[in-house]
């Protein structure tokens, strides 16, 4: 066994705890015990660990690597969340039910191309540019499970029948409010991904823009996002048609970071 897979295995158990944790009181949200935190705890420092080893101080273009990092990076994120919030915790049984299939995805992922980053331009955009893709990337992410969760407290209140889950998840104008907070920081994060990683191009290829499938990707995404809060801010747009809107921009923006990488380094393998 690779000390890659190791650490791999050791994050993807890491992170069990903490999907299975809100489950065991579904339907009663309950408050933040010891217990969840601990187990908040070893859902942040398994995937950070991992991800440190299999970036092992220079960045790892596989898509092994790239879901790793991006896990710590979220678990990061949402840690903090349910820091600074009362509510973001009682996300917990939709993202990290999540995360666990994206971490059995970079186990099983482990041992594919895994080349390391290469290129003209200065070394501090480059990582410049990957942080922030990995940023934009991770807040996409609790963005849309809150979309996801405000759907889902919608659709309960119009059938007049609560679930065990629904009980459990914060309540719909709490996830809309996260929803449209998150989308916003997303969109500013992604909108300096761009510009950095424009930067990055001209350095390598002394142009801006290139029509490859990451970037249109990715611009996509950042025109959807503009779209949905422009109309939001205008309409007071919310819901269904809102938490759709934000489950496409992640999916554009899914099949723009991470999908590329599955493509080449898995199924053109």
């Known amino acids: ?33 010891v217990a969840f935190w601990g187990a908040l705890g070893l859902a942040v420092l ?21 879901l790793w990092v991006t896990i710590a990076v979220c678990m990061a994120i949402f840690a903090v969340l349910c820091a600074a919030t009362a509510n ?43 942080a922030v893709s990995v940023m934009t990337y991770a807040l996409l992410t609790l963005a849309a499970v809150a979309s996801l969760a405000a759907f889902l407290q919608e659709r309960a209140l119009k059938a007049k029948r609560p679930t065990p889950l629904t009980r459990f998840l914060p309540p719909a104008a709490v996830s809309e409010r996260f929803q449209v907070r998150l989308l916003a920081a997303s969109e500013v994060v992604l909108g300096f991904g761009l510009l950095t990683g424009m930067a990055v191009l ?9 029509l490859d499938h990451k970037t249109l990707f990715s611009l996509a995404t950042f025109v959807v996002i503009g779209c949905l809060l422009l109309v939001h801010v205008r309409t007071g747009m919310r819901g269904r048609s809102a938490a759709r809107m934000a489950l496409i921009a992640y999916l554009l923006l899914t099949l723009a970071y991470p999908g590329v990488k599955f493509v080449s380094d898995v199924l053109m393998r």
């Open 46 to 66: 398994g995937p950070a660990v991992a991800a440190a080893v299999h970036v092992g101080g220079e960045w790892h273009t596989g898509l092994s690597t790239t």
């Open 88 to 130: 973001a915790w009682r996300l917990a049984p939709l993202l990290l039910p999540y995360l666990v299939l994206v971490g059995a995805l970079a186990t099983l992922s482990q041992g594919t191309a895994d080349p390391t980053l290469r290129g003209s331009a200065p070394a501090v955009w480059i990582e410049l540019h990957i």
């Open 1 to 33: 066994m690779t000390q890659n897979l190791m650490f791999s295995l050791s994050a993807l158990v890491a992170l069990l705890p903490a999907s299975l944790f809100p489950y065991r009181t579904l339907g009663i949200p309950g408050r933040r015990t």
């Open 202 to 210: 001209y350095y390598q290829y002394g142009t801006f823009l290139r």
